[in-house]
């Protein structure tokens, strides 16, 4: 019997053990297509919650730091998991990354060698956490990127960040991950109010969650049949994501039914069962200021009211006479009672001007103050019998439960204070100690110095006189929506540090300037005229001629302005906000009631006349070379405004600034300038080819047979911004050609004047398009130099 020889069987593979209970996948075992997949899915599931603080903050600045302190706590937290650290360490690496963003964006120039913190940056941490804290219980929101919330929004979304990673990445819990991107999600929704367009940001957190689930889905389905990791044959697993496509097509069918049918839930949009606002006689909860931050922001330019009136007027919702240590305006509220007869005046007044209004609410959503011009005195129409009165601050407001409805209509009849210039003159200082002229102790002394500075430098000695020459100063410094914030948690030294801002914050250091002089001043909200349908009129006064006109008020006529309160007369509104559209009424020492606006006014019209043109003061910022212009400063430095939503990389930032210096040499190769300091004409001249420069880069070039006043004022008109300062750099160049002299003192208010038409010009356009149009210019004045030099020397030849 023969016998076949055979190998022995190969020994059987010893069984995969079993991952234990609760144990979560290594991430780093798996293909290198999913570990992507879930690192894409974590991202985009955090840049999905930071969204809704778009309703926190006006504008988009802070996003750059928001979206840096994601990438940067993710990034940190992926490479230090990869290099096998573990979690204490991982977290350790964490906030040593915290910590150096942080002192790089908010205090760089407490760092040692430029990279180190010092005692100083830990101390400068802990005030601005504090400031951050404070301005948590008064801003309210849409507010503005203030150097303290940020830093406390950076930390939140950095710890949240650093968790969801962990979540993800160590424990395998997507879910736990999820809900915990949903508190970062939940809170900036739950700080704003309410609108039934909600819905649009809750579709990306859903599609990011949906995603990360799906990276997830091939372990939670591995008990269900041959799926990976499972003990399947390796030959017999299949590759990839088998789950993805067939559930992203789900998840994108649910989420968009979700979207759609949400808005048909009972109840979705309705009033609510309870009504808050209005407890206790109170019809305002809120700061009126706050209105002002978003609208003036808004992507509605479409209109809110449209007026017919005798003259341009102010329509007022409400003043705010409490300045608090958290800087900033606030009444005590409103508690209105019902009108019977006459609205009561407020305080008593002298000489006024009578103005009828017709008023037509086009889209004032949720609103219950009802802007009317100051001092109303009658008030009808189908509305008014739901009109309210609070005679403590002049305001008018609805019943409880009532809010402004489009299509609502109502007239005023109001007398505006009119006071005679030489009368107001005799008014002499308020006594002090009075609740109109109390300041906290935290004023900074930069205020109320630069307060005595101006008055002084305009001799003013009476109230009068000081509130136009604070007026008249503040006027010449630089309008933006978008204002510098500075590294300190202080926003009014900020604003002194850049002169630059918008209205509230022109309107709010003006009244407490007037404070510390002992001067009452409070700062009144509302909107400005609006646009003219059709031209105004005016006499050869340069008053406007009487008779009804329409006007057209828009979310951007949204504006603060200051009264002051003088005794016998009433509150008189000053104007200290240059506006880029000119639309304000800007009271001069002749004419405390204008009539026309700013924009309209003719050529040959001072806008302040009670400080002559020579007295007039310009204050360089401290430490600031003769030449250097407001713009010129906020553009040099831009790492106080920019600290929070400046670059967070500090390898951005050393080749940031490198090209600026290569950038800034080239420039100056180009233009040939030299240390030398140049004389008060020249640096007129130097201020005006700068406009130029902009101008041409616009697409605007003077013509031959312009004079520069003429082609300043085409300049401005060709972009609706800056008719004023215009006004005063062709004034300055006039001096410049033809006198044989001038003081240093004309040449800094050219600069100021040029530095403010850039600004204006520059302002509606994206930061890139901006870039593109000074170089475009650049090259227009370098390619008309060329030109003019071969002029010359042909006509030798």
Same mark, same amino acid.
């Given at each position: 019997?023969?016998?076949?020889?055979?190998?022995?069987?190969?020994?059987?593979?010893?069984?995969?053990?079993?991952?234990?209970?609760?144990?979560?996948?290594?991430?780093?075992?798996?293909?290198?297509?999913?570990?992507?997949?879930?690192?894409?899915?974590?991202?985009?599931?955090?840049?999905?919650?930071?969204?809704?603080?778009?309703?926190?903050?006006?504008?988009?600045?802070?996003?750059?730091?928001?979206?840096?302190?994601?990438?940067?706590?993710?990034?940190?937290?992926?490479?230090?998991?990869?290099?096998?650290?573990?979690?204490?360490?991982?977290?350790?690496?964490?906030?040593?990354?915290?910590?150096?963003?942080?002192?790089?964006?908010?205090?760089?120039?407490?760092?040692?060698?430029?990279?180190?913190?010092?005692?100083?940056?830990?101390?400068?941490?802990?005030?601005?956490?504090?400031?951050?804290?404070?301005?948590?219980?008064?801003?309210?929101?849409?507010?503005?990127?203030?150097?303290?919330?940020?830093?406390?929004?950076?930390?939140?979304?950095?710890?949240?960040?650093?968790?969801?990673?962990?979540?993800?990445?160590?424990?395998?819990?997507?879910?736990?991950?999820?809900?915990?991107?949903?508190?970062?999600?939940?809170?900036?929704?739950?700080?704003?109010?309410?609108?039934?367009?909600?819905?649009?940001?809750?579709?990306?957190?859903?599609?990011?969650?949906?995603?990360?689930?799906?990276?997830?889905?091939?372990?939670?389905?591995?008990?269900?049949?041959?799926?990976?990791?499972?003990?399947?044959?390796?030959?017999?697993?299949?590759?990839?994501?088998?789950?993805?496509?067939?559930?992203?097509?789900?998840?994108?069918?649910?989420?968009?039914?979700?979207?759609?049918?949400?808005?048909?839930?009972?109840?979705?949009?309705?009033?609510?069962?309870?009504?808050?606002?209005?407890?206790?006689?109170?019809?305002?909860?809120?700061?009126?200021?706050?209105?002002?931050?978003?609208?003036?922001?808004?992507?509605?330019?479409?209109?809110?009211?449209?007026?017919?009136?005798?003259?341009?007027?102010?329509?007022?919702?409400?003043?705010?006479?409490?300045?608090?240590?958290?800087?900033?305006?606030?009444?005590?509220?409103?508690?209105?009672?019902?009108?019977?007869?006459?609205?009561?005046?407020?305080?008593?007044?002298?000489?006024?001007?009578?103005?009828?209004?017709?008023?037509?609410?086009?889209?004032?959503?949720?609103?219950?103050?009802?802007?009317?011009?100051?001092?109303?005195?009658?008030?009808?129409?189908?509305?008014?019998?739901?009109?309210?009165?609070?005679?403590?601050?002049?305001?008018?407001?609805?019943?409880?439960?009532?809010?402004?409805?489009?299509?609502?209509?109502?007239?005023?009849?109001?007398?505006?204070?009119?006071?005679?210039?030489?009368?107001?003159?005799?008014?002499?200082?308020?006594?002090?100690?009075?609740?109109?002229?109390?300041?906290?102790?935290?004023?900074?002394?930069?205020?109320?110095?630069?307060?005595?500075?101006?008055?002084?430098?305009?001799?003013?000695?009476?109230?009068?006189?000081?509130?136009?020459?604070?007026?008249?100063?503040?006027?010449?410094?630089?309008?933006?929506?978008?204002?510098?914030?500075?590294?300190?948690?202080?926003?009014?030294?900020?604003?002194?540090?850049?002169?630059?801002?918008?209205?509230?914050?022109?309107?709010?250091?003006?009244?407490?300037?007037?404070?510390?002089?002992?001067?009452?001043?409070?700062?009144?909200?509302?909107?400005?005229?609006?646009?003219?349908?059709?031209?105004?009129?005016?006499?050869?006064?340069?008053?406007?001629?009487?008779?009804?006109?329409?006007?057209?008020?828009?979310?951007?006529?949204?504006?603060?302005?200051?009264?002051?309160?003088?005794?016998?007369?009433?509150?008189?509104?000053?104007?200290?906000?240059?506006?880029?559209?000119?639309?304000?009424?800007?009271?001069?020492?002749?004419?405390?009631?204008?009539?026309?606006?700013?924009?309209?006014?003719?050529?040959?019209?001072?806008?302040?006349?009670?400080?002559?043109?020579?007295?007039?003061?310009?204050?360089?910022?401290?430490?600031?070379?003769?030449?250097?212009?407001?713009?010129?400063?906020?553009?040099?430095?831009?790492?106080?405004?920019?600290?929070?939503?400046?670059?967070?990389?500090?390898?951005?930032?050393?080749?940031?600034?490198?090209? !600026? +210096?290569?950038?800034?040499?080239?420039? %100056?190769? $180009?233009?040939?300038?030299?240390?030398? *300091?140049? /004389? #008060?004409?020249? &640096?007129?001249?130097?201020?005006?080819?700068?406009?130029?420069?902009?101008?041409?880069?616009?697409?605007?070039?003077?013509?031959?047979?312009?004079?520069?006043?003429?082609?300043?004022?085409?300049?401005?008109?060709?972009?609706?911004?800056?008719?004023?300062?215009?006004?005063?750099?062709?004034?300055?160049?006039?001096?410049?050609?033809?006198?044989?002299?001038?003081?240093?003192? !004309? +040449?800094?208010?050219?600069?100021?004047? %040029?530095? $403010?038409?850039?600004?204006?010009?520059? *302002?509606? /356009? #994206?930061?890139? &398009?901006?870039?593109?149009?000074?170089?475009?210019?650049?090259?227009?004045?370098?390619?008309?130099?060329?030109?003019?030099?071969?002029?010359?020397?042909?006509?030798?030849?």
């Amino acid at each position: 019997m023969s016998t076949t020889l055979q190998p022995p069987p190969a020994p059987p593979a010893p069984p995969r053990a079993a991952p234990a209970a609760g144990t979560p996948p290594s991430i780093s075992q798996l293909p290198g297509r999913r570990a992507d997949l879930l690192l894409g899915a974590t991202v985009a599931l955090l840049v999905a919650a930071c969204l809704p603080l778009t309703r926190v903050f006006v504008g988009l600045d802070f996003l750059r730091p928001v979206l840096g302190a994601v990438l940067l706590a993710v990034g940190l937290s992926w490479g230090a998991r990869r290099l096998g650290a573990g979690p204490v360490t991982s977290l350790l690496v964490s906030v040593l990354g915290w910590a150096a963003f942080c002192s790089a964006a908010f205090f760089p120039d407490t760092l040692a060698l430029g990279v180190l913190p010092t005692r100083e940056t830990f101390e400068a941490a802990v005030e601005l956490w504090i400031r951050g804290v404070q301005l948590m219980s008064v801003r309210q929101p849409p507010a503005f990127a203030e150097a303290g919330l940020i830093f406390l929004t950076l930390t939140g979304v950095w710890s949240v960040a650093h968790a969801v990673e962990g979540l993800v990445f160590r424990l395998g819990a997507p879910v736990k991950a999820i809900a915990m991107a949903m508190l970062l999600w939940t809170v900036p929704l739950t700080l704003t109010r309410g609108d039934a367009t909600a819905w649009p940001w809750a579709v990306p957190l859903l599609a990011a969650g949906a995603l990360l689930l799906l990276g997830f889905a091939g372990d939670d389905v591995t008990g269900w049949d041959r799926r990976p990791g499972r003990g399947a044959p390796a030959g017999d697993r299949p590759e990839g994501l088998p789950l993805l496509p067939t559930g992203s097509a789900i998840a994108a069918v649910a989420i968009v039914a979700g979207a759609l049918v949400a808005g048909s839930l009972p109840g979705f949009g309705q009033a609510p069962w309870y009504e808050l606002r209005g407890l206790g006689g109170t019809t305002l909860t809120t700061n009126p200021i706050v209105d002002i931050r978003s609208r003036l922001v808004a992507t509605n330019r479409g209109p809110v009211l449209r007026v017919a009136a005798d003259r341009p007027v102010y329509l007022r919702t409400t003043s705010l006479d409490r300045y608090s240590e958290a800087e900033e305006w606030t009444n005590s509220g409103i508690r209105g009672e019902p009108i019977d007869g006459d609205v009561p005046f407020e305080v008593p007044l002298n000489i006024v001007e009578q103005v009828n209004v017709d008023v037509e609410v086009v889209d004032l959503p949720q609103a219950v103050l009802v802007p009317a011009p100051y001092q109303a005195a009658r008030v009808s129409g189908p509305v008014a019998d739901a009109f309210q009165y609070d005679q403590r601050n002049s305001t008018l407001t609805l019943d409880p439960g009532r809010t402004l409805q489009a299509g609502d209509r109502y007239s005023v009849v109001a007398t505006i204070p009119a006071p005679d210039p030489d009368q107001l003159a005799t008014v002499r200082s308020w006594a002090p100690g009075s609740a109109l002229t109390q300041l906290p102790d935290n004023v900074p002394t930069a205020v109320t110095d630069l307060a005595q500075r101006i008055v002084s430098a305009a001799g003013a000695n009476t109230p009068f006189r000081q509130a136009l020459a604070i007026q008249n100063e503040l006027r010449s410094w630089t309008y933006s929506t978008t204002p510098p914030q500075g590294h300190s948690g202080q926003a009014m030294a900020a604003f002194l540090d850049s002169r630059t801002g918008y209205c509230e914050q022109f309107a709010g250091t003006m009244a407490v300037m007037l404070r510390s002089l002992d001067i009452p001043a409070r700062v009144a909200v509302g909107y400005t005229p609006g646009q003219p349908l059709e031209p105004e009129v005016t006499d050869d006064a340069g008053q406007a001629v009487a008779g009804p006109r329409q006007f057209v008020v828009t979310n951007g006529n949204a504006h603060a302005w200051v009264e002051v309160l003088f005794p016998g007369v009433g509150w008189v509104a000053f104007e200290p906000t240059p506006r880029a559209d000119g639309n304000v009424l800007v009271p001069t020492a002749a004419n405390l009631a204008p009539s026309i606006t700013a924009a309209s006014a003719p050529e040959d019209f001072e806008p302040v006349a009670s400080v002559p043109e020579e007295d007039q003061l310009f204050l360089p910022d401290p430490g600031a070379g003769p030449s250097e212009t407001p713009s010129e400063s906020v553009a040099a430095g831009g790492g106080a405004a920019g600290g929070p939503g400046a670059d967070q990389s500090v390898l951005l930032v050393l080749l940031g600034l490198v090209g !600026v +210096a290569l950038l800034a040499g080239g420039v %100056a190769r $180009a233009r040939g300038d030299t240390t030398v *300091e140049r /004389l #008060p004409s020249d &640096r007129v001249l130097h201020a005006f080819a700068g406009v130029e420069r902009v101008g041409r880069g616009l697409g605007v070039a003077p013509a031959g047979w312009e004079t520069d006043t003429e082609y300043l004022r085409r300049l401005a008109a060709s972009s609706g911004n800056g008719v004023e300062a215009a006004r005063r750099l062709g004034a300055h160049m006039a001096q410049a050609r033809y006198a044989t002299a001038l003081p240093a003192t !004309v +040449a800094e208010r050219s600069e100021s004047a %040029a530095g $403010a038409l850039t600004a204006q010009l520059l *302002e509606p /356009l #994206p930061a890139g &398009r901006r870039l593109l149009v000074r170089l475009r210019g650049t090259l227009a004045m370098a390619v008309t130099r060329v030109r003019g030099r071969v002029r010359r020397l042909s006509r030798r030849t």
